[in-house]
């Protein structure tokens, strides 16, 4: 079985039916409208088809009430919240234009080109697919098009699908706009979880002695 026919045995074992029992290809065509016939979710519990558009990710998690950014998880075992309590914020090209926006090249002092990006992903995806999602044209971006892009500005997959929480937060756009803190950001990514821990303890550190320095003698 490919990854994609694994996670979605997980996910049928895991939400099911109001009455209990497993989604089926005929129920999931029916509650799609459609959109997801039986004989695509046959082929998906096959291992046939190894790389699902996103419109088909997103509405056979409607129907089966899981929040969508399961499907680019490792191990889902966590309490999701239910899709239909989540409201939709923005389109997966809308959020890609905002991370162009934020996230600049720090060596050119500028935001990436489409081919930067491409080239960042490692082949993950090509220049034209990364412009052809960033306009809107590729509406139906795949999972592995989603996860190349995630992986090329370095933040989860799941910001391009979480349906409850903004873009990025306040002080996370004020900190990407400064250019220094910027770059503190960008030169810790390829650290270990304990340098990390280590870094955080030397900034605890710096903070305490500037409040100190605030608080005078």
Same mark, same amino acid.
């Given at each position: 079985?490919?990854? @994609?026919?694994?996670?979605?045995?997980?996910?049928? %074992?895991?939400?099911?039916?109001?009455?209990?029992?497993?989604?089926?290809?005929?129920e999931l065509?029916?509650?799609?409208?459609?959109?997801?016939t039986?004989?695509?979710?046959? =082929?998906?519990?096959?291992?046939?088809?190894? %790389?699902?558009?996103y419109?088909?990710?997103?509405? &056979?998690a !409607?129907?089966?009430?899981?929040?969508?950014?399961?499907?680019?998880?490792d191990?889902?075992?966590?309490?999701?919240?239910?899709?239909?309590?989540?409201?939709?914020r923005?389109?997966?090209?809308?959020?890609?234009e905002h991370?162009?926006?934020?996230?600049? *090249?720090?060596?050119?002092?500028?935001?990436?080109?489409? =081919?930067?990006? =491409?080239?960042?992903?490692?082949?993950?995806?090509s220049?034209?697919?990364?412009?052809? @999602?960033?306009?809107?044209?590729?509406? %139906?971006?795949?999972?592995?098009?989603?996860?190349?892009?995630?992986?090329?500005?370095?933040?989860s997959?799941?910001?391009?699908?979480?349906? !409850?929480?903004?873009?990025?937060?306040?002080? =996370? &756009?004020e900190a990407?706009?400064?250019?220094?803190?910027? !770059?503190?950001i960008? !030169?810790?990514?390829?650290l270990? *979880?304990?340098?990390?821990?280590?870094?955080? *303890?030397?900034?605890?550190?710096?903070?305490?002695?500037?409040?100190?320095?605030? *608080?005078?003698?």
């Amino acid at each position: 079985m490919t990854r @994609i026919a694994e996670k979605f045995e997980f996910l049928l %074992n895991t939400y099911r039916r109001p009455d209990g029992g497993r989604w089926g290809g005929q129920e999931l065509q029916d509650a799609t409208g459609g959109a997801v016939t039986r004989s695509y979710v046959s =082929a998906l519990r096959n291992g046939h088809i190894e %790389n699902p558009g996103y419109d088909k990710m997103r509405a &056979i998690a !409607k129907a089966m009430n899981f929040p969508v950014e399961l499907w680019f998880e490792d191990s889902p075992k966590r309490v999701a919240p239910r899709a239909d309590e989540l409201e939709e914020r923005a389109t997966i090209a809308e959020r890609l234009e905002h991370l162009f926006q934020t996230i600049i *090249d720090e060596k050119k002092d500028r935001p990436y080109t489409d =081919a930067e990006v =491409a080239r960042m992903s490692l082949g993950g995806i090509s220049e034209e697919e990364v412009a052809g @999602i960033r306009s809107g044209e590729i509406s %139906n971006p795949t999972i592995d098009q989603v996860l190349a892009l995630a992986e090329a500005f370095g933040v989860s997959p799941s910001y391009f699908t979480e349906r !409850k929480a903004p873009l990025l937060s306040r002080e =996370a &756009i004020e900190a990407l706009a400064d250019r220094d803190s910027s !770059k503190i950001i960008h !030169k810790t990514l390829a650290l270990s *979880d304990a340098e990390k821990r280590m870094v955080l *303890d030397i900034l605890d550190h710096l903070g305490q002695l500037h409040r100190g320095r605030q *608080d005078g003698p």
